[in-house]
């Protein structure tokens, strides 16, 4: 009787591996071929959108009950945080650079100070070049600035998964602005203002559920840093920009 072959695992080397390997859970196959990379390309993009479609409905309908249980560990049928930010944040920027929106802002100012104009087109190509960035380094000091807001009972942990949700939810509101690019400049005033007030409503909403905050609490503990903060980056965006003029 031949003996029976040992298959190692290509994760762990483990020598008991069979179809998956009882260590590290790797599956086993042969040299990867075609039938192969299908199966996993069409897996692996049903699971995305489901996944994809099941954490944009809970965060549009229920953004505290389903951050709070995610922060209890239900997180199977969730895209992780990170991945969704990086997935709107990529979203936007592609639309910015396809519609061309920084040459359709453009015009508006152009009319009223042509030196203005040169220093808004720099600031657009560095938004462009830099903004994606900016959007995502800004996640770490938005959690600092709620663990000091919210205090002792959460930690910063916490307050980064929920910033990742939030603001790729809210980066995903803010493509209907990207829409609006082309239309007449006091309709685009209107469009984002209501954006504006879209997205810290919203904010305000999925913190108090999350954290379990009154109305109030919610303001000043989630709203004030946020506004804080995103103040500074701004300020700060502009004087980088300006530096590389």
């Not at 960035?133 to 009972?153: D, E, H, K, T, V």
């Not at 919203?202 to 109305?215: D, H, I, M, N, P």
Request: hydrophobic letters at 55%; one cysteine or more.
């Amino acid at each position: 009787m031949d003996p029976v072959p040992v298959v190692f695992c290509p994760s762990c080397g483990s020598g008991e591996a069979d179809a998956f390997c009882p260590r590290c859970g790797q599956r086993i196959r042969g040299r990867l071929d075609t039938s192969e990379v299908l199966v996993q390309f069409a897996s692996g993009l049903t699971n995305v959108e489901h996944g994809l479609f099941h954490t944009l409905r809970e965060l549009t309908l229920r953004p505290g009950k389903m951050l709070r249980g995610y922060l209890a560990g239900r997180t199977v049928r969730l895209v992780p945080p990170a991945t969704l930010l990086f997935l709107a944040v990529g979203l936007y920027f592609m639309l910015f650079s396809v519609l061309d929106v920084g040459r359709q802002v453009m015009p508006a100012v152009a009319a009223s100070d042509p030196a203005a104009l040169a220093s808004n087109a720099r600031l657009i190509a560095a938004w462009e070049r830099h903004g994606r960035w900016l959007q995502i380094l800004q996640i770490p000091l938005l959690a600092l600035a709620w663990r000091l807001f919210l205090g002792s009972r959460v930690r910063y942990a916490e307050c980064f998964v929920f910033g990742c949700y939030v603001l790729a939810y809210v980066q995903i509101l803010t493509l209907a602005s990207l829409a609006a690019a082309g239309i007449s400049q006091a309709a685009k005033i209107a469009v984002s203002g209501v954006i504006n007030l879209a997205t810290y409503a919203y904010v305000a909403w999925a913190g108090r559920g999350t954290f379990e905050l009154a109305w109030w609490g919610a303001t000043w503990r989630i709203l004030l840093p946020l506004v804080l903060t995103q103040s500074v980056v701004g300020a700060a965006f502009v004087v980088f920009g300006k530096l590389m003029q």
